[in-house]
């Protein structure tokens, strides 16, 4: 699913925020710091890394336009699914 360098050198708040999303799907940042129940400054830098490193992307969140919706790349979530 992701390549283990790529995870292995990202900080553990990281790391958990993309556990969080593996297991939960799609989220908004509100719900990953409820979730994962870290701040919303560690969220947020923590999507920032994830971002960079193309692990997860960032869409608009259809039911309140001024919040985004985090998930795995596409290329992520597919190889979970055919892990599984």
């Not at 940042?29 to 969220?43: A, G, Y």
């Not at 998930?71 to 055919?82: F, G, M, P, W, Y």
Request: hydrophobic letters at 35%; a negative charge; zero cysteines.
């Amino acid at each position: 699913m992701f390549s283990e360098e790529t995870v292995r050198d990202l900080p553990p708040s990281a790391k958990l925020v993309l556990k969080v999303l593996e297991y939960n799907g799609g989220l908004t940042q509100k719900e990953i710091v409820e979730k994962s129940r870290l701040s919303q400054r560690t969220v947020r830098d923590a999507l920032d890394r994830l971002q960079e490193a193309d692990v997860v992307e960032k869409d608009i969140y259809i039911p309140d336009a001024r919040q985004n919706l985090y998930r795995l790349t596409v290329e992520d979530a597919k190889a979970t699914i055919e892990a599984e």
